[in-house]
């Protein structure tokens, strides 16, 4: 971190007890176009997850940004939709909603379809409650606008951390997550390194000038995996 | 069954012809035509000598056929199980059907009824055997109906021919003086058999005979199939959507399958045309259910690809892919848990958006990146594969996308390149990471793949390749792909 460390203001103390998570219904949108880092910080979140997730998504989300590769973490129970619009990954999320034996679900929209209107995300917000299930929306290529998603995020890949074996090599992958509105949340950014060995994410939140918080190091909320 | 008799007048003599060894031949004759000594297989020529206004039409073989076969389809309304016998006849087992028609001869008479509708000429006849049936059809009476105590009196007053002898057999005979089932009959066993004992099956009226007495088996299905779980609803009118009766014809599917102790895996909905069409629709379940209301629920939204025409009037539900599927108790209390269960989600899923768009990542043994996940439907269950070990990127494109490089370096990735219009540079990278073309798969001249992971200015990491290496005598330079993206 090359950024200068200030003092902390008082109201980024409190906001460092908590770190942002995905409950109820949230939607990400990315900062650029084939960034690939809310996936990982998605699939790191659902890394505790005992039950299946759902993960639908539009052919046109998975034609430009590539299909889901899931080698390296090969996990039971992961059901994957390719459809054609987005009209049906919103009714595949809702019937995925209907159901007790998944413990996430996922869609990914690309642009900004007219079926995608604030009914819409109101119903899958109402459902994510009722079913108490997080349940994201991956917002490609889309502006945020109006949305009854319960926490909104914007997330964008961050230079990486430096590798101990090889200086010249990209180390353990960094974020950069902004929850620009939330309702039972406060709102933040934070600065989230994903400790591979470790298998945790460390955040490091953000002062609202653009600061790094001072107790960076203690703010680590393990994922036991 | 006759010609589809299309609006031509039956007094004017008409011939449908086929090609032959030395010209047209008559295939098939009208009325007025039969009438003027006009017969199969003549040639045209001298028939026209007979008849010189004759009207020639060619047949259409072929579409015969087709026609054929979606009757045979279709015939299944009259028993569960039916084949195309001959070019234009078929054969329905018909056993322990007709009293749901009302009898056997209100069940020929709808067969006479039902095809005429069609405009087609049925002359059914029904009889305990296949080849009392055939004979039946074509020389008795109209409607002939015949069981196991008249067949033999029945038979015996036809021609030889309805043996389903060949031509030169027939000869033979009538040569020999056997004009009738009945004289043939009347012949000690024992000569028949030494006379016949090597002739095919088409020459030997020994075997005929007795199939067609029912001595000896020939059954219209060679495995011994379990009884079909199947659902019938018979409509009064002919109906466009048969949206109401899915819930009832599920019920009572699930009510038989229950009694077994079974489930299904599979149901396929048919409804039978008034036009003579049949269209059907299916739906799968990734385990073996008996819920009559999650299996309805399958067919919602599909119901739409059913064509109705003008009309059907009779719908089946069978039931397939049957599996054993005991009784189970969800719970001590009486609750039952609220939502889908995983299995339903993917039955539900499936059906609505088809097998293969709901899929399981499957990791399979290869080295190639693009062969090393499949996507296996959700339906079918399959084991899940061994997690590779080697850092691999979370989204990978479908085809790599080649890159423009430009700013080369003699080891390692390009330090600038440009991929779908945006220039990136290349600040770190690691790598690289060969993997070899397998050749028991690929085509001779495939190039190895060198990968990196770069990182760019933003932070957005990529998985480079190059394909090949200079001077390896598979082409030019190697050119530079993209193929995936890290977290």
């Not at chain 2, 299309?6 to 010209?23: C, K, R, T, W």
């Not at chain 2, 004289?183 to 090597?198: G, T």
């Amino acid at each position: 971190m090359s950024r200068i460390v200030q003092f902390p203001r008082s109201h980024t103390l409190r906001q460092t007890a908590q770190v942002p998570v995905f409950v109820e219904f949230s939607d990400v949108f990315l900062s650029g176009l084939s960034d690939a880092g809310s996936i990982g910080f998605l699939l790191a979140q659902f890394a505790e997850a005992d039950k299946a997730i759902l993960w639908a998504g539009d052919r046109q989300s998975f034609l430009e940004d590539g299909d889901l590769y899931m080698t390296s973490r090969m996990k039971p129970g992961f059901l994957h939709c390719t459809l054609p619009r987005a009209h049906d990954v919103l009714q595949a999320m809702e019937d995925g909603l209907g159901s007790s034996d998944l413990s996430a679900v996922v869609g990914e929209v690309w642009g900004e379809p007219n079926e995608l209107t604030f009914t819409a995300t109101k119903r899958l917000a109402l459902r994510a409650e009722a079913r108490g299930i997080p349940c994201v929306l991956i917002r490609h290529n889309a502006k945020p606008n109006l949305s009854a998603a319960r926490n909104r995020f914007r997330i964008a890949s961050l230079p990486s951390a430096s590798n101990p074996d090889d200086p010249h090599a990209p180390g353990d992958p960094r974020w950069r997550v902004e929850l620009f509105k939330s309702r039972s949340q406060a709102p933040g950014t934070w600065i989230v390194q994903h400790d591979r060995t470790a298998d945790r994410l460390d955040f490091t939140p953000l002062a609202s000038d653009g600061s790094v918080g001072a107790d960076h190091g203690a703010a680590g909320r393990g994922t036991p995996g | 069954m006759a010609q589809r008799g299309e609006a031509h007048p039956d007094d004017i003599p008409a011939v449908l012809a086929v090609e032959g060894h030395h010209g047209p031949v008559v295939h098939a004759v009208n009325r007025a035509a039969r009438l003027l000594g006009i017969t199969p297989h003549e040639r045209i020529v001298d028939m026209r000598s007979l008849c010189p206004h004759l009207r020639v039409e060619y047949g259409d073989l072929a579409g015969d056929l087709r026609l054929m076969d979606k009757l045979v389809l279709w015939s299944r309304r009259w028993g569960p199980w039916s084949v195309r016998d001959g070019a234009h006849s078929l054969i329905v087992d018909a056993t322990g059907v007709p009293h749901l028609f009302g009898g056997e001869v209100a069940l020929l008479a709808d067969i006479e009824a039902q095809m005429a509708r069609l405009g087609l000429t049925a002359r059914p006849a029904m009889a305990p055997t296949w080849g009392g049936a055939w004979a039946l059809a074509r020389y008795g009476t109209a409607r002939a109906i015949a069981d196991e105590r008249t067949i033999a009196n029945m038979l015996g007053a036809l021609p030889v021919n309805a043996l389903r002898l060949d031509g030169a057999c027939v000869q033979l005979l009538n040569r020999l003086g056997l004009k009738t089932i009945r004289d043939i009959a009347a012949i000690p066993r024992l000569s028949l058999a030494r006379r016949f004992n090597r002739a095919a099956l088409a020459a030997n009226p020994l075997v005929r005979l007795d199939q067609a007495m029912g001595r000896l088996a020939e059954p219209v299905s060679s495995e011994d199939a379990p009884e079909p779980v199947r659902a019938i609803v018979r409509l009064p009118e002919p109906i466009q959507d048969p949206t109401n009766y899915i819930a009832g014809s599920c019920e009572e599917v699930c009510r038989q399958l229950a009694k077994r102790a079974q489930g299904c895996r599979t149901l396929h909905l048919t409804v039978f045309r008034t036009d003579g069409e049949v269209a059907s629709v299916s739906a799968a379940t990734s385990q073996p259910s008996r819920d009559p209301a999650h299996l309805a629920r399958l067919f919602e939204g599909k119901l739409e690809q059913i064509d109705p025409g003008f009309g059907f009037d009779l719908i089946t539900l069978n039931a397939d892919g049957i599996e054993g599927l005991g009784a189970f108790q969800t719970g001590l209390d009486c609750t039952q848990e609220s939502g889908l269960t995983l299995p339903h989600l993917i039955d539900r899923l499936s059906a609505r958006f088809g097998a293969k768009a709901v899929s399981r990542p499957v990791a399979f043994e290869s080295h190639i990146p693009e062969r090393a996940e499949r996507k296996v439907a959700a339906l079918n269950s399959a084991p899940m594969g061994e997690t590779a070990f080697r850092e691999r990127p979370i989204r990978i494109l479908h085809r790599p996308e080649e890159i423009r490089v430009i700013y080369a370096v003699p080891e390692g990735p390009p330090a600038q390149f440009i991929w779908r219009r945006q220039t990136l540079k290349v600040l770190r990278y690691n790598g690289p990471e060969r993997i070899a073309p397998e050749w028991w798969h690929d085509l001779p001249g495939t190039r190895l793949r060198d990968y990196y992971k770069v990182e760019d200015s933003q932070g957005r990491r990529f998985w480079l390749y190059r394909e090949g290496h200079h001077e390896d005598g598979r082409g030019g330079d190697p050119r530079w792909f993209l193929h995936g993206m890290f977290a």
